[in-house]
């Protein structure tokens, strides 16, 4: 996967593998979070599934 080039697309419209509708932005939510760390879910704005999560350290994002 790193190996591969990537190409930047600005028109780009993501498509939600779950029902299939464009992604112009995502919901996010913190989940849990304490001083070190902070979870976050990120979910389709048309049918609220979910499409990743990052998990942060606080210390590290500011
Ligand atoms: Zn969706």
């Known amino acids: 996967m790193s190996d591969l ?5 600005p028109n780009l419209r993501p498509i939600c593998p779950h029902c299939d509708q464009p992604i112009d932005c995502l919901l996010s939510k913190k989940m849990k979070s ?3 760390s902070a979870k976050v879910v990120y979910c389709c704005p048309s049918c609220k ?3 990743g999560f990052t998990d942060r350290k606080s210390w ?3």
Request: no cysteine.
């Open 34 to 36: 304490n001083f070190l």
């Open 60 to 62: 590290l994002a500011g």
């Open 5 to 9: 080039p990537v190409k930047e697309q």
């Open 49 to 51: 599934k979910v499409l």
